[in-house]
Nanobody
Framework: QVQLVESGGGLVQPGGSLRLSCAASGNIFSVHDMGWHRQAPGKQRELVAHISSGGKTNYADSVKGRFTISRDNVNNMVYLQMNSLKPEDTAVYYC???????????????WGQGTQVTVSS
């Protein structure tokens, strides 16, 4: 099995910053694409940012210029630096990773449990 564990969420004032981290561990041969999604109360889960194994990134229009996704391929980690936070960024943030297990050849997707981000004064 593979576990994804997020950290770094919390309460921040509008205009503030947070950095989310996500560590992947377990039965991993290789990690491919990684990303962050979020889900606000009463809304569907949406893509926030995505990064390929080669470092190519893409972002939701709502976070472009404010959020930056990055990764550490040695330690199988993905990060989300969030600046200029707005109340509408309030949500549970989930990381995900596409990986190949050591014991199989099929690429599988795993999700973290989520970390709460609340932007409020």
């Amino acid at each position: 099995q593979v576990q994804l564990v997020e950290s770094g969420g919390g309460l921040v004032q509008p205009g503030g910053s947070l950095r989310l981290s996500c560590a992947a561990s377990g039965n991993i041969f290789s990690v491919h694409d990684m990303g962050w999604h979020r889900q606000a109360p009463g809304k569907q889960r949406e893509l926030v940012a995505h990064i390929s194994s080669g470092g190519k990134t893409n972002y939701a229009d709502s976070v472009k210029g404010r959020f930056t996704i990055s990764r550490d391929n040695v330690n199988n980690m993905v990060y989300l630096q969030m600046n200029s936070l707005k109340p509408e960024d309030t949500a549970v943030y989930y990381c995900n990773a596409d990986y190949r297990p050591k014991t199989a050849t099929m690429i599988t997707t795993s999700w973290g449990q989520g970390t709460q981000v609340t932007v409020s004064s």
